[in-house]
């Protein structure tokens, strides 16, 4: 799946990154504690949660996170888009909760980054 599909399934608002919309993502990722996706996220995945703070891109970078999306309607202030764009990690926002969101993109064929 690519970013731009993930953005027309969620019905996103494109936040920054456009050019990586035909990226391929290989798995997501849904947490609010940035420890669980650096201990199950992976490279090239899409992070989707409703933290909306630096730390949420920092992690992201560290892990080659191509895509955040953003839920419950958040959107990311001036200085986080500005971070993203350095790190060329694309951001998405939608007005589903996280749970709906990942069952969305599951149910849509999209794995998830590790089973338990």
């Given at each position: 799946m690519r970013i731009s599909e993930v953005a027309e399934i969620l019905k996103c608002d494109l936040v920054c990154g456009a050019q990586n919309l035909d990226k391929p993502l290989s798995s997501a990722c849904g947490a609010d504690l940035m420890s669980d996706v650096l201990a199950f996220a992976k490279d090239g995945c899409v992070l989707l949660t409703g933290m909306v703070n630096q730390h949420v891109i920092r992690t992201a970078e560290m892990l080659d996170v191509l895509c955040i999306v953003f839920v419950r309607g958040k959107m990311p202030s001036d200085d986080i888009?500005?971070?993203?764009?350095?790190?060329?990690?694309?951001?998405?926002?939608?007005?589903?909760?996280?749970?709906?969101?990942?069952?969305?993109?599951?149910?849509?064929?999209?794995?998830?980054?590790?089973?338990?």
């Open positions: 888009c500005a971070l993203a764009e350095t790190n060329g990690i694309t951001l998405l926002c939608c007005k589903s909760t996280l749970y709906e969101a990942c069952g969305i993109l599951y149910t849509k064929g999209l794995p998830p980054c590790s089973r338990l």
